[in-house]
């Protein structure tokens, strides 16, 4: 018969026998539930899927975290989220580039509305604007996202909203109507929240990059 230790128990082993070592004020009981969750209590993350880049990126973005031009027409959007590597470490050095189309569907590609490189606090990133339109060429409402990394590979992919009429309610049954939503996990919720007269629309969108 094989016995197979659980993880808890062969850490303590390790300890009882000196492998591992823990120093004061640390106890075994406080460090094993830490090591079980791995290296300093970091959660390993899937890595984000990627998506297409499409043909309006613009370089130059300025850094900025309000990407729509003052009195802009449109339900007012906020997202944020964090930056990880797939380690589950936050990424404070990440450079994190957005674009999209205004509520009319329409891409600025002459100045920089809707465009921008929110600023990171930590790993940590926030951008205001209004909630994309729908454009001829494309099915659903989406902002695109760039991040790089040192030391890492470069993601591009696209956040969509689960509330897009085009999913008639039912994201997990109907994201593959659009042909370049490529993964379900790019589809996330949306909060309304403020009044009733000036709602606004927040939605979370943490990105996951892979080491080079």
Not at 111 to 126: I, M, V
Not at 166 to 194: C, M, Q, W, Y
Request: contains cysteine.
């Amino acid at each position: 018969m094989v016995f197979r230790l659980s993880r808890r128990d062969l850490l303590e082993k390790c300890a009882a026998a000196g492998l591992l070592l823990v120093t004061p004020p640390l106890t075994i009981a406080e460090i094993v539930p830490r090591l079980e969750d791995g290296v300093g209590g970091l959660t390993p993350r899937r890595p984000t899927p990627g998506n297409d880049l499409g043909p309006y990126f613009k370089r130059g973005a300025p850094r900025a975290g309000k990407l729509a031009p003052e009195g802009a027409p449109g339900l007012p959007l906020a997202v944020s989220g964090q930056i990880f590597d797939t380690r589950g470490e936050r990424l404070a050095d990440a450079v994190v580039e957005v674009w999209h189309a205004s509520y009319a569907g329409i891409y600025d590609n002459h100045g920089f509305n809707y465009r921008g490189r929110p600023p990171l606090d930590s790993g940590k990133y926030a951008f205001e604007s209004v909630m994309p339109g729908h454009y001829p060429d494309r099915v659903c409402q989406h902002v695109h996202f760039m991040v790089s990394a040192a030391g890492h590979k470069p993601l591009v992919t696209q956040l969509y909203f689960a509330t897009d009429p085009v999913f008639e309610g039912e994201p997990d049954k109907n994201f593959g109507k659009d042909p370049l939503v490529h993964s379900r996990e790019l589809v996330r919720p949306v909060t309304i929240a403020g009044d009733p007269g000036a709602p606004r629309a927040m939605v979370s969108f943490d990105l996951v990059v892979e080491r080079a």
